[in-house]
């Protein structure tokens, strides 16, 4: 299973961006997937997940009201809508999920740069 994020670049606060992940690979043994950040000098936090059939989803405090996930499955790709960005959502975003064949696993994505000025 592979994971390629995009969709990251730079913004003003107040702005939006929509990232993606795309996953290829053993797509059928995919369940949850999510989005973790992680800031310069931090720790990687998650951000939001989503079920494999995108029935439930969960966000960070920090981000509710402000961030959508969600998944198209016959396309297999995960988005993240991100609206009125701040410059502490400054980070490298990167795209997770769990497989389960032929065992249980978790992947990581290379990460995307989101940057956002004030």
């Known amino acids: 299973v592979q994971l390629v994020e995009s969709g990251g670049g730079l913004v003003q606060a107040g702005g939006s961006l929509r990232l993606s992940c795309t996953v290829s690979?053993?797509?059928?043994?995919?369940?949850?997937m999510g989005w973790y950040r992680q800031a310069p000098g931090k720790q990687r936090e998650l951000v939001a997940t989503i079920t494999s059939g995108g029935g439930t989803t969960n966000y960070a405090d920090s981000v509710k009201g402000r961030f959508t996930i969600s998944r198209d499955n016959a396309k297999n790709t995960m988005y993240l809508q991100m609206n009125s960005l701040k410059p502490e959502d400054t980070a490298v975003y990167y795209c997770n999920a769990m497989g389960w064949y032929p065992k249980a696993s978790v992947y990581w994505g290379q990460g995307t740069q989101v940057t956002v000025s004030s």
């Open positions: 690979g053993s797509t059928f043994s995919i369940n949850g």
